[in-house]
T-cell receptor, first 114, second 114 residues
């Protein structure tokens, strides 16, 4: 079946603009994660959704970052008033649950803020 | 704080030889899960192998095996009979039942030479 998809693949934006990044998880996966991967670094957890529960936003770096998950499926990560330090690859992953269940990653969105 | 450390930024190995990637972690939890992910140039994160901390037996997946030393908080990955397709970034990751975020190391860039 289809894996996790993300769009756009690449996004270049000017400093100060808002951007929206989209994630389509694997059908039936209740858990969805967003990560940020800066150049040459590991992944940094941003936010986690599980079913209809309130999301875990503990990893969001500032109030310019927000995310939604509509209908328990598609998720959108929004970055307002982008800064150059926001430049990174943003990865989305989904899984059947937490911890023991494998996270399946999308190909990521490379965001460049000029 | 829970941290994951990969002390080898880059490694190389000749095709068909064996290589070991190091990973150490720090946690006060007793129940947790450890993972090795592979990220080729395509950016797609792929799960290589997974270990539950309560299991004493080291996990094995074909040419990939781990050496899990719980007391030493060490979780190394051994790749046997290395293949050109193993060239990628390898990330060690850690997750507990009590947290929703998966903690990643900074990664090791492995190059398999023909």
């Amino acid at each position: 079946g289809a894996g996790v998809s993300q769009s756009p693949s690449n996004k270049v934006t000017e400093k100060g603009k808002d951007v929206e990044l989209r994630c389509d998880p694997i059908s039936g996966h209740t858990a969805l994660y967003w990560y940020r991967q800066s150049l040459g670094q590991g992944l940094e957890f941003l936010i986690y959704f599980q079913g209809n529960s309130a999301p875990d936003k503990s990893g969001l770096p500032s109030d310019r970052f927000s995310a939604e998950r509509t209908g328990g499926s598609v998720s959108t990560l929004t970055i307002q008033r982008t800064q150059q330090e926001d430049s990174a690859v943003y990865l989305c992953a989904s899984s059947l649950g937490t911890s023991l269940y494998e996270q399946y990653f999308g190909p990521g969105t490379r965001l460049t803020v000029t | 704080a829970q941290t994951v450390t990969q002390s080898q930024p880059e490694m190389s190995v000749q095709e068909a030889e064996t290589v070991t990637l190091s990973c150490t972690y720090d946690t006060s939890e007793n129940n947790y899960y450890l993972f090795w992910y592979k990220q080729p140039p395509s950016r797609q994160m792929i799960l290589v192998i997974r270990q539950e901390a309560y299991k004493q037996q080291n996990a094995t997946e074909n040419r990939f095996s781990v050496n899990f030393q719980k007391a030493a908080k060490s979780f190394s990955l051994k790749i046997s009979d290395s293949q050109l397709g193993d060239t990628a970034m390898y990330f060690c990751a850690f997750m507990t039942n009590n947290n929703n975020d998966m903690r990643f190391g900074a990664g090791t860039r492995l190059t398999v030479k023909p």
